[in-house]
C-alpha cells in the first residue's frame, strides 16, 4: 500500500515517529536524537536486517485472508459452517485490523516495535496451526481472530518502521514492502487450493503459511534484544510540548474520509473472502476460481502504483472517484449477468476499481498539512473504515444463503458502491483537517 506523503517539517526522525505511534493522543516528543529508535542501527547492517524483517512480515499480511478465501467451500464442509458463520469467518480480518490495529500505538508506547513485531508474528504462526487442529467451528474462529491479531499489528508498525530506519527513503521502502505485500496476496490465493489438493486435506492449503510466519520472527528476535539493550541505556532528556489535537471526528472531512475508506475495504474484503465461491458458482473448477481471485491482486499492482502520482497531480479528485466508480459498476453488473463467459474481463475491471484503496490512502495525506494532522486523519479514517468494512463479508454471506445466489450480495455492494462515491464526492476538491478543526 502506498502511505500518505511523508511530513518532513518535523524536526527530527523521532517526533515523526511518535505522531506515527500516537495517533488518538496528544503528541509528546521523545527522546533526544542520539537515543531514538531511528539510529540505532546502522544502514550496513541493522539498517539491512530491519528492511529484511519488514518484507518478511509483509509476506504474511494477507496470506491467512486470501488462502481462507480460496478453500472456503472446503472449510464450510469440514466444519459444517453456516453461511452466517462462513460471513462471520471472512468479517474477522476487518473486526481485527478496526480493533487490535487501534491499539498498536498503545503498545509501542509500552514496548520496543521490534518486540511488538516478534509477539505479532508469533500470535500469526501458533493462530494459523491451532485453526487448522482443531474439528471445532468456534476454536477455527477463535485462532483465526489470533492470526489475525498479529497481522493488524503489524499492519500499523511497518509505516512507523520506515519513517525510523528509512526516513530519506520512505518511498522506495514503502513500494518494496507494498508489491511484497501484494506477491503474498497473489501467490496465496492462487496456491492454497494446489496445495490443499496435493496433501489431500484443506488444512494443509491453510496450514502451510505458518511456516512463513515462523521465518518472519526470525529477524526480528536480535533486533528486539538489541532494542531492549539501547532503551535501557538511552536517557530522555527532551522537553515535553503537547500540540493542539485534531480532532477529526468533529469535522465534515474527517467523516467523508471514514466513510470512503470503509465503503472501498467493505467491497474488497467482500470480494477477499466470496469472489472465488461466486466463480466456483458459475462452473469454474476451484484451481482456477483461486486463480481468478489472485487475478484481482496481480492486476491491481500496476494501478497501486499509478494511483498515487495520478492523486498528487490533480487539482481535483472528482474525475478519479468517478471513473473507479464505473469500473467496479461496470464488474459487478457483469458479475451478476455473465460470471463466467466473461470472467477475465470481470476480473480486470474489479483490479481497476479496487485503485480506490491507493487513492484513499494517498489522499489522507492530501488533505492534511502537518504531520499531526495526517497521523490523526489516517487514524480516524482507518479505524472507523474498518468498522464499516467489516459489515461487508458478514452481509455477503447472509445473502447469499438466503437468496442462494449473488444477484442479491452484488446489488448490496452497487449500494455501498453508491455511498463510497458520494463521499469520495466530498473528499474530491482541496481542502485540509487542520483548518476544520
Request: hydrophobic fraction near 55%.
Amino acid at each position: 500500500m502506498t502511505p500518505p506523503p511523508a511530513t518532513t517539517a518535523a524536526p527530527t526522525a523521532d517526533s515523526a515517529t511518535t505522531a506515527e505511534a500516537t495517533p488518538t493522543t496528544d503528541v509528546t516528543p521523545g527522546p533526544a536524537p542520539a537515543a531514538t529508535p531511528a539510529r540505532t542501527t546502522s544502514p550496513a547492517t541493522g539498517g539491512a536486517l530491519v528492511l529484511v524483517g519488514m518484507l518478511l512480515v509483509a509476506l504474511n499480511l494477507r496470506a491467512a485472508v486470501t488462502s481462507l478465501g480460496a478453500l472456503l467451500d472446503e472449510v464450510r464442509g469440514g466444519l459444517a459452517l453456516s453461511g452466517a458463520m462462513a460471513g462471520l469467518v471472512t468479517t474477522l480480518p476487518t473486526i481485527a485490523f478496526a480493533g487490535l490495529g487501534a491499539l498498536t500505538p498503545w503498545l509501542v508506547r509500552r514496548y520496543a516495535p521490534a518486540r511488538v513485531l516478534v509477539a505479532a508474528m508469533l500470535a500469526l504462526t501458533v493462530g494459523q496451526l491451532l485453526r487448522v487442529a482443531t474439528d471445532s467451528a468456534a476454536i477455527f474462529v477463535l485462532t483465526s481472530a489470533l492470526a489475525l491479531a498479529g497481522i493488524a499489528v503489524a499492519n500499523i508498525l511497518l509505516p512507523m518502521l520506515v519513517k525510523q530506519h528509512f526516513p530519506h527513503r520512505t518511498g522506495l521502502v514503502t513500494g518494496a514492502y507494498t508489491m511484497t505485500l501484494t506477491i503474498g496476496t497473489t501467490v496465496a490465493a492462487a496456491s492454497a487450493v494446489p496445495v490443499a489438493h496435493a496433501f489431500g486435506s484443506w488444512r494443509a492449503g491453510l496450514g502451510v503459511w505458518a511456516g512463513l510466519a515462523a521465518v518472519a520472527v526470525l529477524p526480528w528476535v536480535p533486533l528486539a534484544l538489541r532494542t531492549r539493550a539501547t532503551r535501557r541505556a538511552a536517557t530522555p532528556t527532551a522537553a515535553v510540548v503537547t500540540p493542539a489535537r485534531i480532532r477529526p471526528g468533529r469535522t465534515r472531512l474527517g467523516w467523508a474520509m471514514a466513510v470512503y475508506f470503509g465503503a472501498q475495504s467493505l467491497s474488497g474484503y467482500a470480494i477477499m473472502g466470496w469472489l472465488a465461491q461466486l466463480f466456483r458458482d458459475a462452473g469454474y473448477r476451484p484451481e482456477a476460481a483461486g486463480l481468478l481471485l489472485a487475478g484481482v491482486t496481480a492486476l491491481g499492482v500496476p494501478v497501486a502504483l499509478v494511483m498515487p502520482t495520478l492523486a498528487g497531480r490533480l487539482r481535483t479528485l472528482r474525475p478519479l472517484v468517478l471513473s473507479l466508480t464505473a469500473f467496479s459498476t461496470a464488474a459487478y453488473v457483469g458479475l451478476a449477468f455473465a460470471p463466467h463467459g466473461l470472467a477475465p474481463l470481470w476480473v480486470l475491471l474489479l483490479a481497476v476499481g479496487q485503485g480506490a484503496f491507493p487513492m484513499i490512502l494517498t489522499t489522507i495525506g492530501l488533505r492534511a498539512r502537518t504531520a499531526e494532522g495526517t497521523v490523526a486523519l489516517s487514524a480516524f479514517a482507518q479505524s472507523t473504515g474498518y468498522v464499516i468494512a467489516a459489515l461487508g463479508p458478514l452481509l455477503v454471506g447472509i445473502l447469499y444463503e438466503a437468496t442462494g445466489g449473488w444477484t442479491a450480495p452484488l446489488g448490496f455492494l452497487l449500494a455501498a458502491l453508491a455511498v463510497q462515491t458520494t463521499a469520495g464526492l466530498v473528499i474530491a476538491r482541496p481542502r485540509y483537517i487542520e483548518d476544520e478543526r
